[in-house]
C-alpha cells in the first residue's frame, strides 16, 4: 500500500522514510501538497470532498486562487484576511498544530464545513523544504453538535451552568442562571467552584463533592444558592457528566424553590384562616373525607359539638351512618348520592338526632372540596327546629280556621296569604301551582290528605325513595322545608286534595 501512495506523488519530491510514513498515516484525513512557489501540487480525496469538489484543479492552481474560490472564517465568523490562510502560513515558515476554521465556497454566507488544520513540511535529501503538507480534518458534525448544544444551552430557560472538571472552573452559563442569581457573566465564567460554590448548603453536599470528584451524575438535592445582592435562594441543583471540546464537563442545572416556599406559605396562611373561621362559626359545620361507607369525619366545630352534643373524640374518624345522626336512614343516604352525583347539596331537609335523645329539625348543606388531593366534603348544618314548631302553631290555627273554606274566595285566600306573608323568604318568587303537574301533583295532592311517605308509595305503586325524590322536588320547586308547610302553601293556593277545586259560577244578577 505505502508503494501505491507513493507513486501518485509528483516525481519530483523525494521525501525521507520517516516523513513519508507521517503523510501516509495522514492520508486517513485529507491532504494537500503545496509547493515553495505556491502551486498546489496535489490532494487526496478525502481534501477534495472536504471541499465540495472533484478535482485538483477546482481547488485552484495556486494559493492565491485557492482563496479567490474558498472563504475561510474562524469559529466567530470574523474572515480570515490575505496572509492568514493556514497555506500562506505554511509558505511563510509557520508550523502549528492546530487552526481550527469554516470553509464555504466564495460568495456563499453560511459556511458548509468546519476544517481542523495542521501543518507539515517535507524536506529533502539535503533538509531544505521541497514540499508543505497541509492536513485537514473535518469536523463540521461536531462542531455543528457543539453549536446546536450551545443555541439550546443558552435558550433554556431552566438556569444552568458548566463546569470543566480539570480545573472546576464554569465554562459557560446561560441566561436562565444569570436571570436566577442577578449575576452577570464575567463573575462566573472563568471563576472556580471555591469561588462560586452553586453546592453551598446543600442537604447532601458530601455525596455531591465525592460525585463531582468522581465525574459521576450528582443527584437532585435542595442547596442555597448565593445571590448577587447577598441573599441566597433555595434551589434545587442536581449534575450532569458532558463533555466540551473533548474535555470532561459538569453540567449543573437548578429549580428555583421560591416560587413553591411562597406558595406554600401563602397556603398555610390560607388553612390558618380558614381554620380559624371554621372553629369560630356559630353554624354547625364539620368535614368528612369520602369512603365507600360514606363520609368520614375528620374535623368539627365547636357549634357543631355543641348542637349535636358529641365530643371531638366521639366522631371523628367515623361516618354519619355510625352515629346514626339521622333520624331517616334512607334520607341520609338519599343526601350523601346527591353529594357524590352533583358535587354539591343546598338546604336538604333532615331530622338529625343529638346524644342526649329527641331530633332536631335540620337543614344540611354541602359542597364536595379537595384537601391534599383527596375528596373531601364540607357540611354545614342550620338548626330550623323553634322556626318548625312557631310554623306549626301557625299552620294548627290555620287548619282550624281552614276546616270550612267554602265560604272564603279564592282572591281573598291569596290576599290573607299576601298578608300573612309579605315578603317572607320561604316564598319562591314565581312559584306557582300551574307548574306542578303529572305525578308530582298526584303526590302534592296526597301529602295534604295527610298520607306519609310509605303510604304515597303504596297507592300510587311507586317505591319510597321515588316518593322522597318527588316531596324533596316539591321542597325546591315551593322552597318550603316540611311537609305542615307544603300543604299551607297547596291551601294558600285552593289546593287542599289530590284535585284543584271548581270555581263556583257567579248567579245570574
Avoid at 49 to 56: F, I, N
Amino acid at each position: 500500500m505505502q508503494d501505491a501512495e507513493e507513486a501518485q506523488f509528483p516525481t519530483r519530491h523525494q521525501a525521507d522514510h520517516r516523513q513519508l510514513q507521517q503523510l501516509v498515516t495522514a492520508l486517513t484525513e485529507g491532504v494537500i501538497l503545496v509547493n515553495p512557489d505556491e502551486t498546489i501540487a496535489w490532494a487526496n480525496p478525502r481534501s477534495l470532498e472536504m471541499h465540495g469538489v472533484a478535482s485538483v484543479a477546482a481547488l485552484g492552481h495556486t494559493v492565491s486562487e485557492y482563496r479567490a474560490r474558498f472563504e475561510l472564517r474562524y469559529r466567530n465568523q470574523h474572515r480570515l484576511p490575505a496572509g492568514a490562510y493556514p497555506m500562506e502560513r505554511i509558505l511563510a515558515g509557520e508550523a502549528f498544530d492546530e487552526v481550527v476554521v469554516q470553509v464555504a465556497p466564495a460568495g456563499e454566507e453560511e459556511p458548509r464545513w468546519t476544517h481542523r488544520i495542521r501543518s507539515l513540511a517535507l524536506t529533502d535529501a539535503e533538509g531544505k523544504p521541497d514540499c508543505l503538507a497541509v492536513i485537514l480534518s473535518d469536523e463540521t458534525e461536531r462542531y455543528d453538535a457543539e453549536e446546536r448544544f450551545e443555541r439550546t444551552f443558552n435558550a433554556n430557560p431552566a438556569p444552568a451552568v458548566i463546569l470543566r472538571l480539570g480545573d472546576f472552573r464554569y465554562v459557560k452559563v446561560n441566561a436562565g442562571f444569570l436571570e436566577l442569581t442577578g449575576l452577570g457573566r464575567e463573575e462566573v465564567v472563568g471563576r472556580s467552584l471555591y469561588e462560586r460554590d452553586v453546592l453551598e448548603g446543600a442537604d447532601r453536599r458530601d455525596l455531591a463533592i465525592e460525585r463531582l470528584g468522581e465525574g459521576r451524575t450528582i443527584p437532585q438535592m435542595e442547596a442555597s444558592l448565593r445571590l448577587a445582592d447577598g441573599g441566597s435562594k433555595l434551589v434545587i441543583v442536581a449534575g450532569q457528566p458532558i463533555e466540551i471540546g473533548e474535555a470532561p464537563c459538569m453540567l449543573f442545572t437548578f429549580a428555583d424553590l421560591e416560587p413553591r416556599r411562597r406558595a406554600e406559605a401563602l397556603l398555610r396562611q390560607s388553612e390558618e384562616r380558614f381554620a380559624k373561621a371554621f372553629r369560630l362559626s356559630p353554624v354547625p359545620m364539620a368535614v368528612a373525607e369520602a369512603g365507600a361507607a360514606g363520609p368520614r369525619f375528620v374535623l368539627v366545630n365547636d357549634a357543631f359539638r355543641q348542637v349535636l352534643g358529641h365530643a371531638e373524640a366521639e366522631i371523628l374518624g367515623r361516618t354519619a351512618a355510625e352515629h346514626r345522626l339521622w333520624e331517616d336512614q334512607g334520607a341520609r343516604r338519599d343526601f350523601e348520592r346527591l353529594l357524590a352525583e352533583t358535587g354539591h347539596v343546598r338546604n336538604f331537609a333532615a331530622r338529625l338526632c343529638p346524644k342526649e335523645g329527641g331530633a332536631l329539625d335540620c337543614l344540611v348543606s354541602a359542597e364536595a372540596v379537595d384537601i391534599q388531593d383527596r375528596p373531601h366534603a364540607l357540611l354545614a348544618i342550620r338548626d330550623v327546629t323553634e322556626q318548625r314548631r312557631t310554623e306549626a302553631d301557625i299552620v294548627a290555627a290555620l287548619e282550624a280556621v281552614m276546616r270550612d273554606t267554602s265560604w272564603f274566595s279564592h282572591t281573598v285566600l291569596e290576599a290573607l296569604a299576601r298578608l300573612r306573608r309579605p315578603g317572607r323568604p320561604g316564598e319562591k318568587p314565581g312559584a306557582a301551582l300551574a307548574d306542578i303537574t303529572g305525578r308530582r301533583r298526584e303526590v302534592l295532592g296526597l301529602v295534604c290528605d295527610g298520607l306519609d311517605n310509605r303510604e304515597i308509595a303504596r297507592q300510587l305503586g311507586l317505591s319510597l325513595a321515588t316518593v322522597r325524590n318527588h316531596v324533596n322536588a316539591l321542597y325546591a320547586h315551593t322552597d318550603v322545608h316540611s311537609r305542615a308547610a307544603l300543604v299551607v302553601w297547596a291551601r294558600e293556593r285552593g289546593f287542599t286534595g289530590t284535585s284543584p277545586p271548581v270555581p263556583r259560577r257567579k248567579s245570574a244578577g
